[in-house]
């Protein structure tokens, strides 16, 4: 089924869509359109042009690849799916994920991945192959962020403020320097075999999206970030 | 350790001609205040533990025990004041920052205690309930400009989804989490049975109470605990909460000791993990912002469902009403400065924020004046703690009322404001499962449906004294009141003339 979203507004387009039989859609022309893929159930999507804001929220059970650039809060408190951008994501890409999986060729914007958790087998995933803005998974509970930094050159791809509040989860950076800058709730250390082990899945699905040949990917080292604590709360306060 | 500064601030008097030694206390007691002592065949006390929460002085058979306020006292300085001064013991010995329970203590005024309503005398006769017919059922949601007919006189145009409450009068939102399984069953099947809302608070929904969706709000916070689109479609409304009267401007923190199995299930979190709430929802700067939120829960729900957006009454809260309105919620709900909370600091929960009165004044009249009015429902909440509080409310301007604290207190609660340290016990306030089950939960249903029932009975005598047989008729009606003891500035934010006027 290919729908065409030429002058169609949002609300009018995610109506044919949800109505849409087929197992597989094709929206064409899209231009801006908000929450596409949100409240449908079951679908392989595919999609040409430049999504509006909100792709995918509380995303369930659908993959939709994007053949062009994302907006803002791609994937906001997504369940399960896949998402595929062959192109670069806005701001607050993956908010408060929990489930599923992001993957991005080019840059993210800020706030990625803030507030990304897991939940027994959902483990979400979001990886970014291009640089990514400030506050990268702030008050990150679960499910791992990996920045790949392709083009970042000998700068680390991350922002600032990189993980405050971070109280679960893993972030793994391909950074030619340490990234700095880094809350005291959070520690780096240079990745050892075992991330390594945990990351390379991820690599190869990143280059198997993208084409991309994974040599590349392996002239800088990765780094990774993890939390301090469990409870990085749990001394601020002290009750009566 | 050094000295302990902390004198304990009750005393545990116990009539030993009463006690019989049965230990009910000592077994009752969560903080492990009682004790017995073999030797000397007695029951003791350590009173530097306890809550002054009642439950010993509620359960002990022979009405043997009483708590007391401690008559010992610094040297009285009425600017430094004895808790002023224990509280800066406290930060000193602890290093940290106060966290407290339940709604702000403080001696600030209370504006529905000067305010008074009007009865009709000789003209315009009052109705009696009893006689009549009293219309207390209310619709929440954005109200249509004009409405279109067929021949037949049957409506065409289509409205906007609607909660329909039978009393103007809802459970305000409340975690399961910081309160037990038993106290949500109860608010669940409370609401149910009266025919209004409980509301999930940011916690998620167990799959055990999906029964009750009709009568449930689902709440969607900054963290989005539990939140996914089965979560979306149970209830018959969902909330996005930007803020919360006790704690205006923060967010929350469930610590992962309460994160126990089936609350793990429910926010949908790893047992033992922390939850936070972030302060503000990362992905909401501005109304634009929100705008989207709200449109994407209506995406999710094919608009079938009203969005509230709830709110901490601050000093702006109106021209933030009036964005909400534009944000395409259908429902605001505004929550007072003395609102509760299972925990926030001290410091927030006492000094941030406006009372609930002057806000409410102040939002539903911009909203008029701006001709926004119908487009949104209010709901208030932050101590509305009768009956009359509600009637008041509603000739303010609201569409109906959330009530947390007064339905906490229907369920047994004592105000000891304990709750952030999880032992509450009347099993309230708590996950430890020993505790949970002092709560019965057809008791406390019981119990609130009680409430809501002796109240809307009280709202109909009220409206009738008026003259007034409808909320509708009471909603906004301003000249139903009068203050007493009020500035002239104060008079007019609320909109009312001064008794005698």
């Given at each position: 089924?290919?729908?065409?979203?030429?002058?169609?507004?949002?609300?009018?387009?995610?109506?044919e869509i949800k109505h849409t039989q087929t197992h597989d859609i094709t929206v064409k022309n899209v231009l801006g359109q908000r929450y596409i893929g949100t409240g449908v159930k079951d679908k392989k999507m595919t999609v040409y042009?430049?999504?509006?804001?909100?792709?995918?929220?509380?995303?369930?059970?659908?993959?939709?690849?994007?053949?062009?650039?994302?907006?803002?809060?791609?994937?906001?408190?997504?369940?399960?799916?896949?998402?595929?951008?062959?192109?670069?994501?806005?701001?607050?890409?993956?908010?408060?994920?929990r489930g599923g999986s992001i993957y991005v060729k080019g840059d993210a914007g800020y706030r990625v991945g803030i507030h990304m958790k897991a939940y027994q087998d959902k483990q979400p995933v979001i990886v970014v192959g291009g640089c990514v803005g400030s506050f990268l998974g702030e008050y990150q509970a679960g499910g791992t962020i990996l920045v790949l930094g392709l083009g970042s050159q000998d700068s680390s791809p991350i922002g600032n403020y990189c993980g405050t509040g971070m109280h679960g989860g893993n972030m793994y950076i391909r950074s030619a320097v340490k990234p700095e800058f880094l809350p005291p709730q959070v520690s780096i250390e240079l990745c050892d075999s075992k991330d390594m082990a945990v990351i390379q899945p991820l690599i190869d699905q990143f280059c198997e999206y993208f084409d991309i040949k994974e040599d590349i990917l392996?002239?800088?080292?990765?780094?990774?970030?993890?939390?301090?604590?469990?409870?990085?709360?749990?001394?601020?306060?002290?009750?009566y | 350790m050094g000295i302990q500064y902390l004198y304990p601030e009750f005393e545990v008097h116990r009539n030993f001609d009463r006690c019989i030694?049965?230990?009910?206390?000592?077994?009752?007691?969560?903080e492990q205040v009682h004790y017995y002592d073999e030797e000397d065949d007695i029951m003791r006390a350590d009173e530097s533990k306890c809550v002054d929460c009642q439950r010993c002085v509620t359960m002990c058979p022979t009405r043997a025990l009483k708590i007391v306020k401690t008559e010992n006292t610094f040297r009285p300085n009425e600017n430094w004041h004895q808790n002023t001064i224990e509280e800066i013991y406290r930060q000193a010995t602890t290093g940290g920052a106060l966290l407290s329970s339940m709604g702000n203590p403080k001696d600030y005024p209370s504006y529905w205690d000067r305010i008074l309503l009007n009865a009709s005398q000789v003209t315009n006769p009052s109705i009696d309930p009893l006689r009549e017919p009293m219309e207390t059922r209310v619709f929440l949601g954005k109200k249509p400009h004009d409405l279109e007919f067929d021949s037949h006189g049957e409506l065409i145009s289509k409205l906007p989804p609607q909660i329909e409450l039978e009393v103007p009068v809802m459970f305000s939102a409340m975690s399961f989490g910081a309160i037990s399984e038993n106290a949500h069953k109860s608010l669940a099947r409370a609401a149910t049975a009266c025919g209004t809302c409980y509301n999930t608070g940011e916690g998620g929904l167990n799959k055990s109470l999906y029964p009750y969706g009709p009568n449930t709000i689902v709440q969607v916070a900054s963290g989005r605990f539990g939140?996914?689109?089965?979560?979306?479609?149970?209830?018959?409304?969902?909330?996005?909460?930007?803020?919360?009267?006790?704690?205006?401007?923060?967010?929350?923190h469930l610590p992962g000791r309460k994160i126990g199995p089936k609350v793990a299930e429910t926010r949908m979190i790893p047992e033992g993990s922390d939850a936070i709430s972030p302060a503000p929802h990362h992905d909401i700067y501005s109304i634009e912002?929100?705008?989207?939120?709200?449109?994407?829960?209506?995406?999710?729900?094919?608009?079938?469902?009203?969005?509230?957006?709830?709110?901490?009454?601050?000093?702006?809260?109106?021209?933030?009403?009036?964005?909400i309105a534009r944000s395409g919620a259908d429902i605001i709900a505004i929550d007072g400065f003395r609102g509760g909370t299972g925990a926030a600091p001290t410091r927030i929960r006492d000094n941030v924020g406006i009372p609930i009165e002057l806000a409410l004044a102040a939002v539903d009249q911009r909203l008029r004046d701006e001709k926004i009015r119908n487009d949104i429902s209010i709901v208030v909440g932050g101590s509305i703690r009768?009956?009359?509080?509600?009637?008041?409310?509603?000739?303010?301007?609201?569409?109906?009322?959330?009530?947390?604290?007064?339905?906490?207190?229907?369920?047994?609660?004592?105000?000891?404001?304990?709750?952030?340290?999880?032992?509450?016990?009347?099993?309230?306030?708590?996950?430890?499962?020993?505790?949970?089950?002092?709560?019965?939960?057809?008791?406390?249903?019981?119990?609130?449906?009680?409430?809501?029932?002796?109240?809307?009975?009280?709202?109909?005598?009220?409206?009738?004294?008026?003259?007034?047989?409808?909320?509708?008729?009471?909603?906004?009606?301003?000249?139903?009141?009068?203050?007493?003891?009020?500035?002239?500035?104060?008079?007019?934010?609320?909109?009312?003339?001064?008794?005698?006027?």
């Open positions: 089924m290919i729908i065409d979203a030429t002058n169609k507004y949002y609300k009018q387009l995610n109506e042009g430049t999504p509006g804001n909100a792709m995918g929220a509380y995303l369930d059970n659908i993959d939709i690849e994007v053949f062009g650039n994302v907006q803002d809060a791609v994937g906001d408190t997504m369940n399960d799916g896949h998402i595929v951008v062959h192109g670069k994501a806005g701001d607050t890409l993956g908010y408060a994920m392996r002239d800088k080292p990765y780094y990774h970030i993890f939390p301090n604590a469990d409870n990085p709360y749990k001394s601020l306060y002290t009750s | 030694k049965c230990r009910v206390c000592e077994r009752q007691c969560s939140v996914h689109e089965d979560y979306l479609k149970a209830g018959c409304a969902i909330e996005i909460k930007m803020g919360q009267g006790a704690k205006p401007g923060i967010g929350g912002d929100l705008r989207q939120l709200v449109y994407s829960l209506k995406e999710a729900t094919n608009y079938e469902k009203p969005v509230i957006v709830k709110i901490a009454a601050v000093h702006n809260v109106a021209a933030i009403a009036s964005g009768s009956s009359a509080d509600v009637v008041k409310a509603i000739a303010l301007g609201a569409d109906a009322c959330y009530i947390g604290t007064a339905a906490l207190i229907a369920l047994g609660c004592h105000l000891c404001r304990q709750c952030s340290r999880g032992l509450c016990n009347w099993g309230i306030a708590t996950q430890r499962e020993d505790l949970c089950r002092r709560l019965n939960p057809d008791i406390g249903t019981e119990h609130l449906v009680n409430l809501l029932t002796a109240w809307n009975n009280e709202i109909k005598e009220m409206m009738g004294g008026m003259g007034i047989n409808s909320i509708e008729a009471l909603r906004g009606n301003r000249l139903m009141l009068r203050g007493v003891g009020m500035t002239e500035k104060e008079l007019e934010i609320l909109g009312i003339k001064h008794a005698g006027e």
